[in-house]
Structures are given as C-alpha cells and as structure tokens.
C-alpha cells in the first residue's frame, strides 16, 4: 500500500470580531498570558503596517528588528523577502471592502466561496497562521482583527479551525472613544489613532456587529458573544468563558494573570497591530471606562441611539442612557 499522504497541521485561531473600540486589544493581552495562547493583535495589517511601514510590534521592536515575528516568517516564507507584499495588500484588500459585503453575506448564507478571493492569498495566510503556532508553540492564536469579512476570510483558509468570540460594547462609548485623539508609539506614519465622526462610527457598529451574527451566531460551540461591560464587570469569569470556546477551558490556571478580582499582570506581547495600549505591561486594572456617560452631548447620545436602536435592544443595552442595562446570556 502507499504511504498515506501526510496531514496538514490545524491552527486554532480565536478570532475577536466586532466594532472598533470595543476592548479588544486589553481582551486579548490577556488571553495572550495564558499557557499555550498567543495574541498576535490585528493580523490583518501584518503586510502594510509590519512588513511595508515597519512599524513597531507589542513588545516595542521595529518588526524587523523583532527575533520573533522574524522566526515566523522565516518558517513561513523562508524570511520577509519571500512575501511579495505589495500583493498581499492588494488581495487582502479587495474581499473585505464594504462595497463587497452583500456578496460575501449572500456566498456564507449558501455556503459558498466567498467572491474574487485570490487563491494565492489563501496559501499565503495557510503558511502565515500555520508558521504562528510552530514557532510560539501555542495551541490558539488569537487575532483581534475583528473586521467580520477578514474573518469570512479565515474560515475559507485550508488548515484553520476558527472560532469566533463577538465582542461588543455600547454604540454611543465606542462612538465617544473614535473621537478621542490618542497618541500612537507605533512608529508609523500618523501621531495619533485615525478618527471618526459619530455617525460615521454608529453605522459601521451597526454593520459590523449584524455581519458577525449573520457570518457566525447560529454556529453552536464556535462562536460566543460578550459584552464588553460585562467582561470588565467579570474578567476572570469572562476569561475562563472565552479559553471554554477554544477548548482550554478545563484546568486552565488563572492565578498567575490575575493578581486580584480586577487587576492583571501582564507580560509583554508581539501584537502586529492596534490600540497603543498593547505596548502596556505590568499590572493593569480592567475598569470600565464611562467617561463618555458625562462627556457626550444629549443630542450626540440621541443621534448615535436612532442609528443603533435595534441591536441596543437586542445586545441589552437602555434606550436611554444612564439606565441600567440588563446582563446578556451569551
């Protein structure tokens, strides 16, 4: 008989989809301490901001200059000259525009390929998230990319079992925190985080939040949505929840991450990208952040409830603000 032909590896990624500004870069320092987990930040931006830009990693190395990023690509690509890049940006690009949603929606509802997906882009990521784990040594990586088309695009690459955790956060503090100017360390070009306007970013929560759950919210056992004020109202138990999806959740020792009810030490991490506050590390607290409950308008919180109403209702959150919000069962 003939030799049976060798079986790829499988990566488990954990893929943190929803809004911006919902949590997710201190979410995913977390999970990143944990035993046989890795957090790599928004992945997605790897060949722009990594490899064209240079810009620099969690742990405060230019990219180039970080040994660990450098190893991945290495068993990736044979080094970063080995990633035609400018290709990389372009395919990326072209599945996960907005303009492009009706199609990807149509393609997942029928189980079909997601539409114009360059099959040399797949392989691309296959050896990508493929390379993570065999240098790490972790059994989950996590990407925080949250974009839910980047996502669509995952579940099609040959070799990664996705799961899905939805983060969400209230529309009218996520639409406050795009406004806020928050100064980058990250080497790129622009000083300071890319901003919104309330409308704008109300919009794109209500899409990106709706394309997650029609992308993944009947997918028992792979996808779990939390809340982000009920993950700072509970970090541990929200932790424990999250290591359940991706099946870590049985022995899983947290003590050593969290050094108090609402405190967290936390070593550093190689993200490629995303909120400065990845280059943190130490002991951080997990706290709600409601300044915007005083620091926004009537008129603003009214204008960003009328865009948002129907998924306020059904994520849990007041109608009107400064009531309380009933805890959602995931």
């Not at 029609?214 to 939390?226: C, F």
């Amino acid at each position: 008989m003939p030799p049976a032909e060798a079986t790829r590896p499988t990566t488990k990624v954990l893929y943190i989809a929803g809004s911006g500004r919902s949590g997710s870069t201190l979410l995913a320092q977390i999970l990143d301490q944990v035993e046989g987990v890795v957090g790599t930040g928004e992945l997605r931006y790897l060949w722009e901001r990594g490899l064209l830009q240079d810009q620099r990693c969690g742990c405060g190395r230019r990219l180039s200059s970080c040994s660990v990023w450098n190893s991945i690509l290495v068993e990736a690509f044979g080094g970063p000259g080995g990633v035609d890049v400018d290709a990389a940006v372009a395919h990326q690009g072209r599945p996960t525009r907005v303009r492009r949603l009706p199609g990807l929606l149509w393609a997942a509802r029928r189980r079909r390929p997601m539409p114009r997906l360059a099959a040399a882009h797949t392989e691309r990521l296959e050896r990508l998230y493929r390379a993570i784990p065999a240098v790490t040594g972790a059994t989950v990586v996590v990407d925080s990319s949250k974009l839910p088309s980047y996502g669509q695009v995952l579940s099609e690459v040959d070799g990664v079992d996705l799961r899905v955790l939805h983060l969400v956060r209230d529309p009218q503090a996520a639409a406050f925190s795009w406004t806020r100017k928050k100064p980058l360390g990250d080497g790129g070009g622009a000083a300071v985080m890319a901003s919104q306007g309330m409308v704008r970013s109300a919009g794109l929560w209500m899409i990106w939040n709706a394309t997650s759950e029609v992308l993944w919210g009947a997918s028992r056992g792979r996808y779990l949505r939390l809340r982000y004020e009920d993950f700072v109202a509970d970090p541990r138990g929200s932790v424990e929840a999250v290591l359940a999806l991706v099946d870590l959740g049985q022995g899983r020792v947290l003590d050593t991450v969290f050094v108090g009810d609402d405190k967290v030490s936390l070593e550093v991490t190689h993200s490629v990208a995303g909120n400065p506050g990845r280059m943190n590390h130490g002991v951080v607290a997990v706290s709600l952040d409601d300044e915007w409950v005083t620091a926004m308008a009537w008129w603003q919180k009214a204008v960003v409830t009328a865009l948002t109403w129907p998924l306020l209702l059904r994520y849990g959150y007041p109608l009107v603000p400064g009531r309380r919000h009933r805890r959602e069962r995931a």
